[in-house]
């Protein structure tokens, strides 16, 4: 159980566990973090470490590699209780091992839920490879917290060696993974699991009605989309839960609202990719009102994960 300092909840916030700069990855330490966290008005947050590589001459190690940055993530967690939870990050590729993981990062290490990307491998995550491991999640009803990656032929260059993955794929391979879900009808099969999507949902909520609209479609129509989504995408898209880090434009943010209510929707930093305060402004530069701001920055989070409890004391924004 976590007493979260008061302030926002950042549901979005990456470390790297030792040995990230060996891999030329920037330095990360619990200092700095904290640092920017209080100049930034962020009482808690809960870590993403990233995810194991699922490549084939890898899968022997992966869950060892798990283990080890979830003990990290963990150690983390208790030195500063009131400050980070953490995801706990699974060996996607041997499901007994990641059915093992996820005992022991429930029942032991205490951790608030669980990361994945939208793909592993050539696999989506509505994959039939995977239902043993959301049958668990669900059971559990665990917080499934979904960060994008490049999928496994997607471009890698538009022309510039500066545009990656970040700027187009990932927003697509979001809404890429969402719809898979819905269609493998893993939503519908568990309805426990607590989904947070990061970034707004990608591009999914531009696409929703665009594909609700393909009921006029001669190729489609209303019976054969009945069959595809039985309760409706917009229904089952309202029933997931979406981290704000690079949506607060007003014309995302007010896309991605008309498709959920506000209630669904969490404050996100992604530091330490971007700077707190450099989300915490965008956040605020959307002029919400007092409660469906609090809502958003705290108060959703608190309701979602059942590991946090308030303190009683008076948050401040």
Not at 2 to 15: E, L, N
Not at 65 to 81: D, K, T, W
Not at 197 to 223: D, L, N, Q, Y
Request: glycine fraction near 8%; charged fraction near 20%; include cysteine.
């Amino acid at each position: 159980m976590h007493f979260p300092a008061p302030g926002k909840i950042d549901v979005h916030h990456h470390i790297r566990p030792p040995g990230s700069a060996a891999a030329g990855l920037r330095e990360w330490s619990a200092t700095s973090a904290l640092e920017d966290m209080e100049a930034n008005g962020i009482g808690f947050a809960v870590t993403y470490p990233g995810f194991v590589a699922e490549s084939s001459e890898m899968n022997r190690s992966a869950p060892d590699q798990a283990r080890s940055i979830n003990e990290f993530s963990a150690n983390l967690s208790r030195a500063y209780p009131t400050r980070f939870g953490m995801y706990a990050t699974l060996p996607m590729s041997d499901v007994e091992q990641c059915l093992d993981e996820i005992a022991y990062c429930s029942d032991v290490l205490g951790c608030a839920g669980f990361a994945m990307v939208t793909s592993y491998g050539d696999k989506w995550l509505g994959d039939p490879a995977y239902e043993p491991i959301f049958d668990e999640l669900n059971r559990r009803r665990a917080v499934v917290f979904v960060h994008p990656t490049d999928f496994s032929s997607s471009p890698t260059s538009y022309g510039s060696g500066q545009v990656t993955g970040p700027w187009l794929e990932w927003p697509t391979s979001t809404a890429r993974t969402i719809l898979n879900l819905i269609l493998t009808g893993t939503l519908r099969k568990n309805p426990d699991i607590k989904f947070i999507f990061c970034h707004g949902g990608g591009v999914m909520p531009m696409i929703v009605s665009r594909i609700a609209g393909f009921t006029g479609w001669r190729e489609m129509g209303k019976e054969r989309m009945k069959e595809l989504f039985p309760e409706g995408i917009h229904s089952q898209f309202a029933s997931l839960n979406f981290e704000l880090a690079q949506a607060f434009a007003p014309e995302n943010f007010h896309a991605l609202n008309q498709l959920v209510p506000s209630s669904r929707m969490l404050f996100g930093s992604d530091w330490d990719n971007f700077e707190i305060g450099h989300s915490v402004r965008s956040f605020d530069s959307l002029n919400l009102d007092t409660e469906t701001s609090h809502a958003i920055s705290r108060g959703n989070a608190l309701r979602l994960f059942e590991c946090l409890t308030e303190t009683g004391a008076v948050s401040e924004f």
